[in-house]
């Protein structure tokens, strides 16, 4: 168990499991190096101590509370006793992420206080700089916050004994470091501090208007004596004698009062001093913050603009050689446009063939431009070369390819569905398919070709047998989406009038999902494992349905912003990047 005496960077109290005693065994070495103090308990406190009073005086005794958390921390009770009693404390919390939480509940504290980052996969070496200057960062004030707490909490042992108290200098200190902390969110005192330093104050008060009594009184008995010794030998000299009393008297209270005129000026000065300072220390440390962020967003996928904003706000604080390089490199990284293809209107829908060799996009029509085309066109990815494109009558309502990466799907607001040769763009005009509404969207299975129409009809096409007609199922309302599992088991439909609906592929069996109150679902999309759906719409929700045999979830999560369409994510992704906040209940 090491001590808490304090270290040339300060001294820490490590809050942890015992089942991740490893770690934090580094940890206490790469501490005591850096010239921290750290107070462990490795092997637990004996059972006959009073671990209560233990504990309190070692947390007391340091400037900073570090906790270390894994799943094992946050369900232990002795963990959870270490941090109640640090934030009682009031000491500064720095929770050090060693094992992921997955899921286990944890202190809103430690929830809203910014993490460092020293798991397995992380840079320890690295990161270790930043956890000695979040440490370091204020410690002058931690440092007299935990003298101040350690002589409080002696004074109140004492009950109250006046001989305690602060006096003097210490006094006039206590003062000011309770005056500095005056508005800023992280520096809290105690109760017990605040009571400790109004109490030497009064004392002191106390004993000043006692000492100002004791000369008054002295002054006033001699000045008596000599008037009476004067009046005994010369009238004439008592009354000089008075009035020269009473200049010096006027000449010390002058004197006194340019004295106190002088210390409000230097203290103001000091004041001013200190708070320019805070204002440079804060900015540097939100510079540094901004370079810390950016430098993680730099490793993450599709994170790499935020990553470079991120240095650009650290370099436009404090100019650093560490931003400059992030803005650098990163420049060297963001992607160069192959080649920037248009069509006659805004483009709605991009599909990739099965090999991802080519692509097609489709776009509506753009009322501006009386001679605009309505057009699927097929592009190769390699170089951005248009290989051919389609035309329909109205929107391009969706492209997709068949999995085979034999046809070309076209929909259209024109109310038809045509299929095209992948290969030549050359239609196929006998399996062209015509209905009296728009087509809203396509989604296709190795055998199956599911089709949403506005005209309250969903049309079910098996590829496989042609001479087959297609089997149309009437809606409640217009489909507006349809969406086809991963595991080609389940169909999603949405409807406009807000409802969702599962289509069982083996037994054509309906099923009801979600449901929305206002507006029409838009976007669909199913997990990789086919067990969740995501639903999302106009009213800035997203819904997340898990559909099995036992029971469905749903939740809501907020996003605010219009959904317009969702994608599947890639195994290991996270799922719902976007949640803010969520209510679920269990039908």
């Known amino acids: 168990m090491a001590d808490s005496t304090q270290g040339a960077n300060g001294s820490v109290f490590i809050s942890y499991s015992r089942k991740d005693k490893a770690f934090v065994q580094r940890l206490n070495e790469a501490l005591d190096c850096a010239g921290v103090q750290a107070w462990v308990d490795w ?38 006793d270490e941090l109640a009693l640090g934030l009682k404390l009031n000491k500064k919390l720095i929770p050090i992420l060693y094992r992921e939480p997955n899921g286990t509940a944890m202190h809103e504290k430690i929830a809203a206080t910014n993490w460092v980052y020293l798991r397995q996969e992380d840079n320890f070496d690295g990161t270790l700089p930043k956890l000695i200057e979040a440490i370091n960062t204020d410690l002058e004030w931690v440092r007299q916050h935990t003298q101040l707490l350690g002589q409080a909490t002696e004074w109140e042992k004492k009950n109250k004994d006046s001989s305690f108290l602060l006096q003097g200098v210490e006094l006039k200190d206590a003062e000011q470091w309770m005056t500095e902390a005056s508005g800023k969110v992280n520096r809290q005192v105690l109760p ?28 006033v008995l001699s000045i008596v004596l000599s008037v009476f010794a004067w009046i005994a030998r010369n009238d004439a000299k008592a009354s000089q004698q008075i009035a020269l009393t009473s200049e010096a008297i006027a000449i010390q209270r002058q004197y006194d009062a340019a004295t106190a005129q002088a210390e409000a000026e230097e203290n103001a000065r000091i004041a001013e001093e200190k708070k320019i300072e805070a204002e440079e220390k804060t900015n540097l440390a939100n510079a540094n913050f ?12 599709g994170e790499l603009d935020t990553s470079t904003l991120l240095a650009i706000d650290s370099y436009q604080r404090v100019i650093s050689f560490q931003a400059e390089n992030l803005i650098r490199v990163n420049s060297s990284r963001l992607a160069i446009p192959v080649k920037q293809m248009s069509q006659h209107g805004p483009i709605w829908k ?48 969706d492209a997709i390819f068949t999995h085979d990466g034999k046809y070309l799907i076209t929909a259209s607001a024109d109310q038809s569905v045509r299929f095209w040769d992948a290969a030549s763009g ?27 129409r506005k005209d309250k009809f ?39 009038n807000g409802n969702v609906k599962f289509w069982q592929v083996n037994n054509t069996y309906f099923y009801n999902g979600p449901k929305l109150l206002k507006g029409n679902y838009v976007a669909l999309a199913f997990s990789p494992d086919s ?32 959904i317009s369409r969702l994608g599947r994510t890639h195994p290991g992704m996270s799922r719902f990047p976007m949640t803010t906040k969520s209510a679920c209940s269990i039908r």
């Open 43 to 80: 092997e637990g406190i004996e059972l006959a101590s009073d671990w209560m009073a233990t504990i309190t005086s070692a947390i007391q005794g340091t400037d900073a509370f570090l906790f270390v958390i894994s799943p094992d921390s946050l369900q232990s009770r002795v963990c959870a």
């Open 192 to 219: 017990l501090q605040a009571d400790y330093i109004s109490a030497s104050r009064k004392a002191a008060d106390r004993r000043q208007r006692l000492v100002l009594a004791g000369v008054s009184f002295a002054l």
């Open 290 to 301: 901004s370079a810390a962020q950016s430098q993680i967003y730099q490793s993450r996928a």
């Open 350 to 397: 991009i599909e990739w063939t099965p090999d991802f060799e080519y692509f097609v996009t489709g776009n509506s029509h753009k009322s501006a431009d009386k001679n605009a085309v309505n057009e699927a066109c097929v592009w190769r990815a390699s170089d951005g070369e248009k290989l051919y494109c389609v035309q329909h009558q109205n929107d391009v309502t």
């Open 426 to 452: 050359k239609e196929i005009k006998e399996k062209a398919l015509n209905f009296e509404g728009a087509v809203m969207d396509l989604d296709v299975t190795n055998s199956i070709l599911a089709i949403a």
């Open 458 to 496: 969903l049309t079910i096409y098996y590829l496989n047998s042609p001479d087959l007609k297609p089997v149309n199922y009437e809606q409640a309302s217009g489909v507006s989406a349809v969406n086809f599992s991963p595991n080609d088991k389940l169909l999603a439909v949405a409807l406009t």
């Open 531 to 562: 067990n969740w759906l995501v639903s999302g719409g106009a009213d800035s929700l997203a819904r997340l349905t898990q559909r099995d045999e036992r029971f469905n979830i749903q939740c809501r999560m907020e996003i605010g912003w219009k």
